[in-house]
């Protein structure tokens, strides 16, 4: 996990390698968790790897929070694709968020297909927040559609993400 803090090309490699023979569930969140605070592109495409094919939902779970904790647009592509497969609403919520935290480009379109499915309203009101983290305006339009939903807390997430957004037009 220390090497996470440091940074560097050597413990992006090192991190990496030891990933690769780690057997022991603890330890390999722990390295999940240090790839995620490295916020380069280059510790993405594993974790994205870990997102697609891990057999365990914790790895899944923590390679998808890991993605967010890095905010790279680059791990956009990958969250969208994990959130459009099923998951448990848990884990679906914390995909959620992750897409909300890299803001990248395409960000916006998952979470707004992803409110058209969804009943639950937790889940609705953490792809509200989500949408109000991302600067673009396809998220704007979601957003200020929001503004008439029946849920009060729907409608205070949609007002705050607008507010925060910079969109001048919303």
Do not use: C, W, Y
């Not at 297909?113 to 989500?130: Q, V, Y």
């Amino acid at each position: 996990a220390a090497l996470g803090e440091i940074g560097g090309d050597a413990s992006l490699v090192a991190i990496a390698k030891a990933f690769k023979s780690e057997t022991a569930l603890l330890a390999r969140i722990e390295m999940i968790a240090a790839f995620g605070r490295f916020r380069d592109r280059r510790a993405v495409a594993p974790l994205a790897a870990l997102l697609a094919s891990a057999k365990s939902t914790n790895i899944r779970r923590r390679a998808a929070i890991a993605l967010g904790q890095g905010r790279h647009p680059a791990a956009t592509q990958a969250l969208a694709e994990a959130v459009e497969r099923p998951q448990n609403q848990s884990f679906t919520g914390d995909l959620v968020d992750a897409i909300g935290r890299t803001g990248g480009p395409g960000a916006a379109p998952p979470l707004t297909a992803l409110m058209g499915r969804s009943r639950d309203p937790l889940l609705r009101i953490r792809i509200t927040i989500a949408l109000g983290s991302i600067t673009d305006g396809d998220a704007s339009k979601l957003l200020i559609k929001l503004l008439d939903d029946p849920r009060p807390p729907i409608r205070f997430h949609a007002i705050r993400g607008l507010a925060t957004s910079g969109n001048k037009t919303a």
